[in-house]
């Protein structure tokens, strides 16, 4: 068992990296999360980080390409973390 690196709660970990991509067509404002993360802290930056880059992350023609590359990347580590266990396990 490790501490999760976001809330700190005793559970099962995992090494995860999240990006996030913010495009204004010349300027790009790119940001990641990573860490050792349960699974609920997984969740919650998967939809936080990929939520944004969905709205914010196309207004560039690089912008754009980093994007699909984020999204992908980030849906392919969460489904990654969908065998972890729970942090709360009703024991
Ligand atoms: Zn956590």
């Not at 913010?22 to 990929?50: A, D, E, N």
């Not at 709205?55 to 999204?71: A, C, E, H, P």
């Amino acid at each position: 068992m490790m501490h999760c690196q976001s809330c700190g709660s005793r559970a099962e970990t995992r090494n995860v990296t999240f990006n996030q991509n913010i495009g204004l067509l010349v300027i790009r404002f790119p940001s990641v999360v990573q860490g050792y993360l349960c699974k609920r802290c997984v969740h919650h930056y998967f939809w936080k980080m990929t939520g944004i880059s969905l709205v914010l992350g196309w207004w560039g023609i690089i912008s754009f390409i980093t994007n699909v590359i984020f999204i992908a990347g980030n849906v392919g580590t969460y489904l990654g973390c969908m065998t972890m266990s729970n942090s709360s396990r009703g024991r």
